[in-house]
């Protein structure tokens, strides 16, 4: 069961950007964080960056800190995360989840989107 959707993956050369786009359904809104997540073959999902609503934290992986920007539309209840200067180590798909606490595990998220692929070519 869909409960968070994705949008905005796509193909792109290394160096280039991308924003992807993350809508809450009504009931995660009792969650008061949401982060995302990626996953390349083979290997373990990995957090990207979280950010808790009530008071605008944020929390990045070090991969990640200085390229990636975690940021809400708070009446849109959606959550985006812009990608510059993407790696061909970024590839992977990635996946919007909603939890309680400003984490990077994906044990500390309750709700899932099915999530969107990002290929990064070099």
């Known amino acids: 069961q869909v409960q968070l959707v994705e949008s905005g993956g796509g193909s792109v050369q290394a160096g280039g950007s991308l924003r992807l786009s993350c809508i809450a359904p009504p009931y995660t809104l009792t969650s008061n964080c949401m982060a995302w997540f990626r996953q390349a073959p083979g290997k373990e999902r990995e957090g990207v960056a979280v950010l808790c609503r009530r008071t605008g934290s944020t929390h990045y992986a070090d991969s990640v800190s200085g390229r990636f920007a975690v940021s809400q539309d708070n009446a849109k209840n959606t959550l985006y995360l812009q990608m510059n200067s993407l790696r061909p180590e970024d590839t992977g798909m990635y996946y919007c989840?909603?939890?309680?606490?400003?984490?990077?595990?994906?044990?500390?998220?309750?709700?899932w989107g099915q999530g969107t692929q990002v290929t990064v070519s070099s």
């Open positions: 989840a909603a939890g309680r606490w400003l984490s990077l595990g994906s044990s500390d998220y309750g709700f």
